[in-house]
Antibody, heavy 122, light 106 residues
């Protein structure tokens, strides 16, 4: 069964850091680009970041550029999101998502994790 | 970047046809995708490449494209189709979601 399982969410103070992880199983992890997508409480979906299958190319939304870093360890079938300088507006459920077709750049997503909640508050 | 615009809400009675639109200047050049999201759940891909349906998605879900507008059509709407629906597109380096449409089944 194809599955994504996020972890690492929690409560953090403004200006703090958090590292999210996403463990993948049931597919050849390195053959697909992966993304992080977030959803603030009661709001819509917002794409955050993506990484190519090899890890050699990364992509970021303007709202997180310079603060968040996406990475992957294909030997461990795991995707990461390092979040620094967190702000209240980063509060959201963070989903990891598998690209449905492409290995190089983000396109669309056929498999999603269950999400992990990040709350930025003092 | 660019924007995708959806109506905030659509209402329909059971058995009727629901149409949800998504507009964006980039849509003639890029494929659109549609997701269904029910409360407390992750999104589910229901249409890819404007009009293709993934395996396991009921045939009542269909997609179409015309110029700068794509449309998700749900024929014979059922109570279980009540959900938020998001369109999405991508260029070579970024992904954009529409604001979402809440489908209410009366």
């Amino acid at each position: 069964e194809v599955q994504l399982l996020e972890s690492g969410g929690g409560l953090v103070q403004p200006g703090g850091s958090l590292r999210l992880s996403c463990a993948a199983s049931g597919f050849t992890f390195s053959s697909y680009a992966m993304s992080w997508v977030r959803q603030a409480p009661g709001k819509g979906l917002e794409w955050v970041s993506a990484i190519s299958g090899s890890g050699g190319s990364t992509y970021y939304a303007d709202s997180v550029k310079g603060r968040f870093t996406i990475s992957r360890d294909n030997s461990k079938n795991t995707l990461y999101l390092q979040m620094n300088s967190l702000r209240a507006e980063d509060t959201a459920v963070y989903y990891c998502a598998k690209d449905w077709e492409t290995v190089a750049a983000p396109d669309a997503f056929d498999i999603w994790g269950q999400g992990t909640m990040v709350t930025v508050s003092s | 970047s660019y924007e995708l615009t959806q109506p905030p809400s659509v209402s329909v009675s059971p058995g009727q046809t629901a149409r949800i639109t998504c507009s964006g200047d980039a849509l003639p050049k890029q494929y659109a995708y549609w997701y269904q999201q029910k409360p407390g759940q992750a999104p589910v891909l229901v249409i890819y490449k404007d009009s293709e349906r993934p395996s396991g998605i009921p045939e009542r879900f269909s997609g179409s494209s015309s110029g700068t507008t794509v449309t998700l059509t749900i024929s014979g709407v059922q109570a279980e189709d009540e959900a938020d629906y998001y369109c999405q597109s991508a260029d070579s380096s970024s992904v954009v979601f529409g604001g979402g449409t809440k489908l209410t089944v009366l």
